[in-house]
T-cell receptor, first 109, second 113 residues
């Protein structure tokens, strides 16, 4: 079964509100990757976190990697309609890259 | 560069038919993989390859075969299609393996009647 769990599955926000998705692994990860998939599109790599406790920012997006390297989060400040899509975390595991179930974000203008 | 190219983009099959989904990349990536995407299930790994001549099973390999005769190509075969294989299939590749950023193709939307 899924070894990388992601919550929530869906999130509806008003434009301008903040959004957070959480990712949890059953085992320690060497790194965590985040991807975004627009409706009807394919997953596109956003960022990779490697170090324990690492925090990275991309404009309004803030990514964190937990101290134990078993959890991660993506926070979007002041969402815009362009943020609509599904956000996936993924963790490498002995030759395989395992994805979480994804969080689908809807933004009401 | 074309990146990762998947063909066809759409396909409808009847139960029991066979089909090959094509995937090609022109980035000289050693690592290639196939995922299926179903609602609420995220992306599930079917098979992957760390280089030409080497393939291995992912999370959901049953009903699918792969081969990797060249670095560029990684076809996925359905030997006897079943309705449960209705899904969107994505091929991905990367330079340094599973721990590196993956480049995805546009996907193949497959319906099995």
């Amino acid at each position: 079964g899924q070894q990388v769990m992601q919550i929530p599955q869906y999130q509806h926000v008003q434009e301008g509100e903040d959004f957070t998705t959480y990712c949890n692994s059953s085992t320690t990860l060497s790194n965590i990757q985040w991807y975004k998939q627009r409706p009807g599109g394919h997953p596109v790599f956003l960022i990779q976190l490697v170090k324990s406790g690492e925090v990275k920012k991309q404009k309004r997006l803030t990514f964190q990697f937990g101290e134990a390297k078993k959890n991660s989060s993506l926070h979007i400040t002041a969402t815009q309609t362009t943020d609509v899509g599904t956000y996936f975390c993924a963790g490498p595991r002995t030759g395989k890259l395992i994805f979480g179930q994804g969080t689908t974000l809807q933004v009401k203008p | 560069n074309a990146g990762v190219t998947q063909t066809p983009k759409f396909q409808v099959l009847k139960t029991g038919q066979s089909m090959t989904l094509q995937c090609a990349q022109d980035m000289n990536h050693e690592y290639m993989s196939w995922y299926r995407q179903d609602p609420g299930m995220g992306l599930r790994l079917i098979h992957y390859s760390v280089g030409a001549g080497i393939t291995d099973q992912g999370e959901v390999p049953n009903g699918y075969n792969v081969s990797r005769s060249t670095t560029e190509d990684f076809p996925l075969r359905l030997l006897s299609a079943a309705p449960s294989q209705t899904s969107v299939y994505f091929c991905a590749s990367s330079y340094g393996g599973e721990a590196q950023p993956q480049h995805f193709g546009d996907g193949t939307r497959l319906s099995i009647l």
